[in-house]
């Protein structure tokens, strides 16, 4: 099934004992070819009428069936109604599933393991409750704009690592016999407008940062992807024949279907004839409006659309359904969207939010190793962030309020919590064992919070930062944050606490960067712990770190600025035509601008050091001209050369390091100074050593040059690295 092996994957297991199966090759999978996934739709379709196949490619309308994506059955060839349901961090509307961690927070652990096992986990959940469809992963937004409301979903704004998050992902769902969805296809980047709103992206930038990981998406045999709300250079989304024809299909060779965002759909024929196979929901949310259904029949009729534009759609839908094995016994939908009720579906699932709720915290400051924690006598906890809000952890209908402790953002993305661990919950428990005093202000008054602080030996000041889907407006924030600062008054907290507590520890849950200026540097602010979104584990995850049961080891997965403009992106009150190859640390790097804290950082309890690069392959310039596949040229997912390096954990604990690789092209290709092409995550014991492998495919020497992956010729340079800006060891590739 996997095309190529994962460079992560295939080093992960070469170069260390993981508590987790790193050896996928085993494991049971639903899937069959798509050849052979094909030949049974072929078979299938010649058995369908005309009536059966609009069916099949339009839903039955908005909440007209128990998911929130409908189909008709076709009984003749035991096709089911098929059910799609949300979404990227859980099952959407049903209680006793788990709220996994966010894409965002799965990238912080760049651990393809415990990546892998949550797509894993997710997709047996989604099988158990009938779902056929689970929508997601995401893709875009990548996270052009830090204020923009949605990208918790994914993974960051680097393709690379979203890449590599969306292809696990999606392997470990699809194995699980749930169909994925990348989405949003493509250029969705912000929530204000989304619905009217076009994205002019260059097809360099296009393809060298946008399409990336949908790239990803398909080589991993995505089943499905969704067009997005936007437009494309002037054609909305799921009416754009040049990103679906000829971009996904044609270029990428996307077997599986596209489906239209919910209502993104504009155009009965010009939907059809651009290459989208589903529409979703099916009418518009008045439930009036029908575009596809009995419209797409007298298409057909009246030759507008011709019949063998529908026999593809429909030959994709059920290829789809046929490749993940879902004609075998798959079980029937019995949850109601419209009516959450309760589905015991979480199994041990939350081991793995455990494991990412620890693993992706990134450890960003700490003063004379003030962390971890050891039997302190008294400690103060602070905020409104520490706890479950009063009103319980689902009190607001897809978590659009930010009430007591943020563990995921609002929105279709989210999931009921099934419980929810807040900071304090699982302190306290600590505490106990260890005989702490706790003392507790769990709102955001600063003088509350100062005097619950004074007299601890720590105080834990819990803050954080929200943002979501713009159906729903929280505290004047429209989806998108309006700002990238804490909130409820994050910073007077901070700063009123360490001004009468000297060992002060901030916890940050967020979305994406905040602006921490105003106390970062303040000296009594001894540890800053950046919790992410963690999902339902996250107050035992951070116990973990906090007292040191294990080192940190996440990683940003984005750059945290000094100042909001440092980004150059914001949000675009009309079409955005501001698309380049810098965002994120590729512009801070370029414009030499000093972040905060760099992309890829994160410190540990203890040290590695790194030696002995070594570099293989001889890869050669020029066009990637293989055979045309799944994923484009099959030349350009090869490994042309492999670099190779020495990681020891020099210090006193047990710990994982993120070594990274960055690639700096040769000056005529005029990319950005350097860009992540592989990382591994070693976990090593005191004094021990691993070996870190990066191997390179052509697609990650290669520039987007005339409609072609080109390979240019001169000095490549590979950094080895423990963030973007702590390059340790440095090697040259010429081609
Ligand atoms: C719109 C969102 O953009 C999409 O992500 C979601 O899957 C659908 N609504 C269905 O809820």
């Known amino acids: 099934m996997r095309g190529y092996i994962v460079p992560v994957l295939a080093s992960v297991a070469l170069s260390r004992a993981s508590t987790l199966p790193s050896d996928h090759s085993s494991s049971k999978r639903a899937v069959i070819s798509w050849d052979d996934a094909y030949s049974k739709a072929t078979t299938a379709l010649a058995k369908l009428s005309i009536g059966d196949k609009v069916g099949i490619v339009s839903g039955t309308g908005w909440q007209a069936g128990n998911c929130v994506g409908n189909t008709k059955a076709v009984g003749s060839i035991g096709y089911p109604s098929l059910c799609l349901q949300d979404g990227p961090l859980g099952i959407r509307y049903v209680m006793g599933a788990t709220a996994f961690s966010a894409g965002i927070h799965a990238a912080s652990t760049w651990d393809v393991d415990l990546i892998r096992e949550r797509g894993s986990f997710l997709g047996q959940e989604a099988k158990q409750l009938g779902i056929h469809v689970q929508l997601g992963p995401v893709a875009g937004p990548l996270g052009k704009i830090p204020t923009g409301g949605r990208n918790w979903e994914g993974f960051g704004p680097d393709p690379y690592l979203t890449g590599i998050a969306m292809q696990e992902t999606i392997e470990g769902m699809q194995e699980a016999g749930v169909q994925a969805c990348a989405k949003h296809y493509i250029g969705n980047e912000q929530e204000l407008n989304r619905e009217t709103m076009g994205s002019n992206v260059p097809d360099r930038v296009m393809h060298e940062l946008y399409l990336w990981p949908f790239a990803d998406a398909v080589k991993a045999n995505v089943a499905s992807v969704m067009c997005?709300?936007?437009?494309?250079?002037?054609?909305?989304?799921?009416?754009?024949?040049?990103?679906?024809?000829?971009?996904?299909?044609?270029?990428?060779?996307?077997?599986?279907?596209?489906?239209?965002?919910w209502n993104a759909q504009h155009t009965t024929t010009g939907s059809a004839n651009a290459g989208m196979d589903m529409t979703m929901p099916g009418s518009d949310f008045n439930k009036k409006n029908v575009l596809w259904g009995a419209a797409l029949q007298s298409a057909v009729q009246s030759g507008q659309v011709q019949q063998s534009r529908v026999d593809d759609m429909v030959k994709r839908v059920l290829a789809a359904w046929y490749l993940v094995g879902q004609d075998k016994g798959y079980p029937t939908a019995t949850f109601n969207s419209w009516k959450i009720g309760s589905q015991n579906v979480g199994g041990n699932h939350k081991?793995?939010?455990?494991?990412?709720?620890?693993?992706?915290?990134?450890?960003?400051?700490?003063?004379?190793?003030?962390?971890?924690?050891?039997?302190?006598?008294?400690?103060?906890?602070?905020?409104?962030?520490?706890?479950?809000?009063?009103?319980?952890?689902?009190?607001?209908?897809?978590?659009?309020?930010?009430?007591?402790?943020?563990?995921?953002?609002?929105?279709?993305?989210?999931?009921?919590?099934?419980?929810?661990?807040?900071?304090?919950?699982?302190i306290k428990t600590q505490a106990q064992k260890d005989g702490t005093s706790v003392t507790t202000s769990t709102n955001d008054n600063a003088q509350q919070g100062a005097s619950a602080a004074q007299n601890a030996d720590y105080a834990i000041v819990c803050v954080n930062s929200d943002s979501g889907e713009g159906y729903i407006t929280v505290e004047s924030n429209a989806g998108d944050r309006k700002n990238l600062n804490l909130w409820h008054n994050g910073d007077a907290l901070v700063q009123a606490v360490a001004q009468v507590n000297k060992k002060t520890i901030v916890v940050v849950h967020s979305v994406g960067p905040v602006i921490m200026e105003s106390w970062i540097d303040n000296p009594n602010v001894v540890a800053v712990v950046w919790a992410g979104l963690p999902g339902q584990e996250s107050g035992n995850g951070l116990v973990d770190i906090l007292y040191g049961s294990t080192s940190p080891s996440g990683k940003l997965p984005y750059t945290i600025a000094k100042t909001q403009q440092d980004y150059g992106t914001n949000i675009a009150s009309g079409d955005d035509s501001t698309w380049d190859l810098f965002i994120d640390y590729r512009r801070f790097d370029q414009q030499k601008i000093e972040p905060r804290f760099e992309f890829g950082f994160g410190l540990s309890y203890t040290n590695f050091t790194y030696s002995d690069i070594a570099i293989t392959g001889k890869p050669t310039s020029g066009p990637a001209s293989g055979t045309r596949g799944v994923g484009g040229p099959a030349d350009l997912w090869e490994t042309v050369a492999t670099v190779t390096a020495k990681i020891t954990n020099s210090g006193g604990v047990a710990g994982a390091e993120v070594p990274q690789l960055y690639v700096g092209y040769p000056?005529?290709?005029?990319?950005?100074?350097?860009?992540?092409?592989?990382?591994?995550?070693?976990?090593?014991?005191?004094?021990?050593?691993g070996t870190a492998t990066f191997p390179l495919r052509r697609r990650d020497l290669s520039v987007w040059q005339n409609g072609q992956w080109v390979v240019p010729s001169g000095d490549f340079t590979v950094s080895v690295g423990a963030s973007s800006r702590d390059i340790r060891l440095t090697g040259k590739i010429t081609v």
């Open 667 to 689: 000056s005529s290709a005029q990319t950005p100074p350097q860009q992540l092409r592989g990382f591994n995550k070693l976990k090593l014991d005191a004094g021990a050593s």
């Open 228 to 261: 997005s709300y936007n437009k494309i250079n002037g054609t909305y989304a799921c009416e754009n024949g040049g990103i679906i024809n000829k971009l996904l299909k044609e270029e990428l060779g996307f077997r599986g279907y596209m489906m239209s965002d």
């Open 351 to 426: 081991t793995n939010v455990r494991s990412m709720a620890r693993d992706g915290i990134v450890l960003l400051k700490n003063t004379a190793n003030a962390l971890p924690l050891s039997k302190p006598k008294s400690i103060a906890v602070i905020g409104s962030d520490a706890i479950v809000a009063p009103k319980g952890a689902n009190a607001c209908a897809d978590r659009g309020c930010n009430d007591g402790t943020l563990a995921m953002g609002w929105g279709s993305g989210t999931a009921e919590f099934p419980y929810l661990v807040a900071p304090l919950d699982a």
